[in-house]
């Protein structure tokens, strides 16, 4: 109701809300107000089916009582709450409210639990039976829509159960990444690398750092353009975590696809990829149980 902009609707509201009622009591005393006395001759005259008759008795007393609580718990509902127009009632409850106060309420009861986990170092927590019971909830809730139940990701989605990190697999990288995200930009590269020519000689290349299927003269050719991809894949192609660029030298880790086309589209159209930061959605415990049982992927217990 406050979502109004201007104060006219919520007036017409309220009017409409209270002359329905007065309606409602006026309609209970006009029909009290004709005496009927109750016996079996006060008929409407209506007969069906040859001796049905509607009568017209008195209504019941009990009948009368109840219309009666309706009009007046209707009133104090709209005093104490919010219903007329919008007038936020007296008691000021919203369901907003209510729902604050029920999350509160069920933090403050796992509270404990989390201060408990906090004072845990993430490799401590990874080997906690109820913090991996906790996080892997919290990671279906949060994580799986992305990187899937089993956490292997997606095309364009990274593995986070294997021993490759783009970004960094120790607790602190971890929980860096899901408190502020990341982003990995590569830009759009043909026009510096050259030709469609140059591109692809330059793709062989890259696809020699793992001796995947290439044409070894192209490569030749494309080793001295790949210093504009060493500036962020590093001199030897296997990647640099603080600008997040994938390891060159082992495709399987590949996010967006394989082969030389694939190269060269990355080289020509680039690529922006994001994992939405999760700060502002989470606690800092849930962070810290989470970033646990990533870690614990690919560091079982021995
Ligand atoms: C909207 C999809 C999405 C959601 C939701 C999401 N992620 Fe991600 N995540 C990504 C993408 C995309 C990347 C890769 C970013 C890049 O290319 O640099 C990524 C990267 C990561 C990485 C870095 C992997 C590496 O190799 O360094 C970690 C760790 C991670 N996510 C954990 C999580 C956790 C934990 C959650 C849940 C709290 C989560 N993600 C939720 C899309 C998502
Ligand atoms: C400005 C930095 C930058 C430069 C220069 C750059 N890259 Fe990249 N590249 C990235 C980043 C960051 C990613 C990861 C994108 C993502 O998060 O998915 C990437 C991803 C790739 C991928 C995709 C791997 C996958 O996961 O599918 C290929 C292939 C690639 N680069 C090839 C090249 C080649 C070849 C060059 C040189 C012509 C080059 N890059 C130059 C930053 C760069």
Known sequence: MSDFTSGFWAMY???????????????????????????????????????LREMNNPLPRWWV???VITIVFSLVYLVLYPGLGSSPGQLGWTSVGQHQAEVDKGNAEVAPLYAKFMSMKPEEVARDAKAMAIGERLFMN?????????????KG????????????GTPEKI???VILGRIG???????????????????????????????AARATKG???????????GPDGKGIQAIGSGNLTNPKTWLHGQGEAHVMAMVNFGKTN?????????????????????????????
Request: net charge negative; hydrophobic share 45%; with cysteine.
């Open 223 to 233: 080793q001295e353009k790949f210093a504009i991809c060493a500036a962020c894949h």
């Open 142 to 154: 949060n994580c799986a829509q992305c990187h899937g139940s089993d956490a292997r990701g997606n």
């Open 157 to 168: 989605i990274p593995n986070l159960t294997d021993a490759f990190w783009i970004h960094g």
């Open 13 to 51: 509201v309220s009017v409409i809300t209270l002359l329905s009622i007065l309606a409602c009591a006026l309609l209970l005393w006009m029909t009290g107000k004709v005496k009927t006395v109750a016996n079996s001759t006060t008929t409407t005259g209506h007969v069906w089916d040859g001796d």
């Open 175 to 177: 929980k860096e990444t």
């Open 274 to 302: 994001q994992m939405p930061a999760q700060g502002d959605r989470l606690t800092e415990g849930q962070i810290h149980v989470l970033t646990a049982y990533v870690w614990g992927f690919s560091n079982p217990a021995k």
């Open 185 to 215: 930009v590569m830009p759009p590269l043909a026009a510096a690398v050259g030709t469609a020519d140059d591109v692809k000689n330059v793709a062989n290349y890259v696809l020699s750092l793992s001796g995947s299927p290439h044409d």
């Open 65 to 67: 009582w109840m219309f």
